[in-house]
T-cell receptor, first 114, second 112 residues
Framework: NAGVMQNPRHLVRRRGQEARLRCSPMKGHSHVYWYRQLPEEGLKFMVYLQKENIIDESGMPKERFSAEFPKEGPSILRIQQVVRGDSAAYFC????????????FGEGSRLTVL | KNQVEQSPQSLIILEGKNCTLQCNYTVSPFSNLRWYKQDTGRGPVSLTIMTFSENTKSNGRYTATLDADTKQSSLHITASQLSDSASYICVVSMDSNYQLIWGAGTKLIIKP
């Protein structure tokens, strides 16, 4: 039983480059959530997606950040023109439905911007 | 305003001792309350989920309580082990929608 798979686990980018983080939810889950966590801080909600739809992106910065969850393939969190402040751990979680119980988290992708 | 507050912010105890972590919430309408454990550098893992009608739920050495009247929850850890060192996060789910209100977590350190 594969859990939520995130890759890459670690990503290093220089300022101005693009970062793409991928998340494959658990089998049978069609709801994906992305969270950001700065060192020594709690998780901050970014975006909630269902297959092919963005349900809530209220936690996502208006510029440079985008997310998608296509009909086929993993969910992608894309950060364009990265800056040092984007350095963080990005966690993906999935659930079988809306507000149907626990979220299952991946191990996170750690982005370091030089 | 919908909020979840946890206390203490951090806690250090000796191995083998018990401890209790607190969570107060002002979320309405309430659906359920969850406790997650997050080891350093790892993703959060669910410990318990409690609905409005549940007062106590145990998962091994972890026991969660919920008082829906006072809007308080606690997580009690019995006979602590070094592997219990982690952040413990309280999350409240709002009824009628998907929103989750996250607490800032309690950082627990178990010393040998």
């Amino acid at each position: 039983n594969a859990g939520v798979m995130q890759n890459p686990r670690h990503l290093v980018r220089r300022r101005g480059q693009e970062a793409r983080l991928r998340c494959s939810p658990m089998k049978g889950h069609s709801h994906v959530y992305w969270y950001r966590q700065l060192p020594e801080e709690g998780l901050k909600f970014m975006v909630y997606l269902q297959k092919e739809n963005i349900i809530d992106e209220s936690g996502m910065p208006k510029e440079r950040f985008s997310a998608e969850f296509p009909k086929e393939g993993p969910s992608i969190l894309r950060i364009q023109q990265v800056v040092r402040g984007d350095s963080a751990a990005y966690f993906c979680a999935s659930s079988p439905g809306r507000n149907t119980g626990e979220l299952f988290f991946g191990e996170g992708s750690r982005l370091t911007v030089l | 305003k919908n909020q979840v507050e946890q206390s203490p912010q951090s806690l250090i105890i000796l191995e083998g001792k018990n401890c209790t972590l607190q969570c107060n919430y002002t979320v309405s309408p309430f659906s359920n309350l969850r406790w997650y454990k997050q080891d350093t550098g790892r993703g959060p893992v669910s410990l318990t989920i409690m609905t409005f009608s549940e007062n106590t739920k145990s998962n091994g050495r972890y026991t969660a309580t919920l008082d829906a009247d006072t809007k308080q929850s606690s997580l009690h850890i019995t006979a602590s082990q070094l592997s219990d060192s982690a952040s413990y996060i309280c999350v409240v789910s709002m009824d009628s929608n998907y929103q989750l209100i996250w607490g800032a977590g309690t950082k627990l350190i178990i010393k040998p």
